[in-house]
């Protein structure tokens, strides 16, 4: 009896790639929806945070400027100087905190009330960061060695040499051009979709069996189904915090193999 | 900040092993489809998806002994 019911699955519509297309706000041909606020958003709020933390530095920081310091700092020492190392990290330091903070921020707004969606789970934005780091580190090689070597740097590895390199030189050239910028966006993509996907699962399907089933064996389960919700919020915090840390660390590495002189 | 941090000599991205698999498999393949499309044959795309295989896994190899 049971299992019938459930196979006929009653009046619930199970959420799918659908849930991602949100009402634009307003415009017509380019409509600008959520995610496109929360992107602005995002990008404010990371400048407003350090603009103020900053702006009045002193020699013995108050509580604000303490909590933009420690917040730079992480990024600078943990990612920046332990990968590209202490002779160049300068430079790349406000562009990876600036990308750091504004994908964590991004990623966040998939828990926070009132936003409920993270932005990078459109694909679309996921490629056009990509693109940014992709631009950066490619262009990081080329000031640096020039087209010519950067390129042959970039596609030749080293202790190989002898007819194999024409097998490997196309492999190569494709992995650190072409591979790389597509994972780095796929996986801050899916991670986001895929997260965001299971928590409206979880959170309808619990309502659906708590509240509309008609079924009273249903009703449990619908309480267990809510209360894993609540635990895979916190799963998700978790990787909201890991994929902006993956992105910006991934960035930080492309920079260094870009910079470096021996592949 | 006087302590000196040096760069490992080549950064250990974890995901170069799957961007050489993934290409190493996408470029033979897809020299295979060509060269059966060509001669008429159908069995070079399982040829070409091997070799591109085991050419990524040396490649990572390599660069994991580099190391």
């Known amino acids: 009896m049971i299992s019938a019911d459930v196979s006929r699955a009653e009046g619930f519509t199970p959420p799918g790639p659908g849930d991602f297309d949100l009402q634009p706000l307003f415009g017509g041909t380019y409509a600008f929806a959520k995610p496109g606020l929360q992107l602005i958003l995002a990008a404010v709020l990371v400048f407003g945070f350090f603009a103020l933390t900053s702006r009045r530095a002193v020699m013995v920081p108050g509580r604000a400027q303490f909590a933009g310091e420690q917040a730079y700092g992480f990024v600078r020492n943990s990612l920046a100087r332990d990968i590209i190392g202490s002779h160049d990290f300068m430079k790349f330091v406000p562009y990876l905190v600036s990308l750091f903070f504004f994908v964590l921020i991004n990623n966040l707004f998939g828990l926070i009330p009132f936003f409920q969606f993270p932005t990078f ?4 934005f996921a490629y056009g960061l990509a693109a940014l780091t992709w631009v950066l580190y490619n262009g990081v090689g080329i000031w640096k060695h020039g087209l010519i070597k950067y390129l042959k740097l ?15 030189v196309p492999l190569e050239f494709i992995s650190n051009l072409i591979v790389r910028p597509i994972t780095l966006a796929l996986r801050l993509f899916a991670n986001m979709f895929a997260g965001h996907l299971l928590l409206i699962l979880f959170t309808l399907g619990g309502e659906y069996l708590l ?4 079924q009273l064996l249903y009703k449990p389960v619908g309480v267990i189904a809510l209360l894993l919700a609540i635990a895979i919020s ?5 990787i909201q915090f890991l994929q902006a840390y993956v992105f910006t660390l991934l960035t930080a590495m492309y920079v260094q193999g870009a910079l470096a002189e021996e592949h | 900040m006087t302590q000196q941090h040096a760069p490992p000599s080549r950064a250990v991205d974890p995901w170069a092993a799957f961007g050489r698999l993934v290409a190493g498999v996408a470029i033979y393949a897809t020299i295979g489809w060509v060269g059966d499309s060509w001669i008429g044959t159908s069995f070079l795309v399982p040829v070409g998806i091997v070799i591109g295989a085991a050419l990524g896994l040396w490649t990572t190899f390599l660069g994991l002994r580099q190391q």
């Open chain 1, 234 to 238: 916190f799963l998700e915090l978790l």
């Open chain 1, 154 to 168: 970039q596609s030749i590895p080293g202790g190989v040499s002898g007819p194999i390199l024409l097998l490997i």
């Open chain 1, 121 to 124: 789970s459109k694909a679309g």
């Open chain 1, 211 to 214: 509240l509309e089933s008609e």
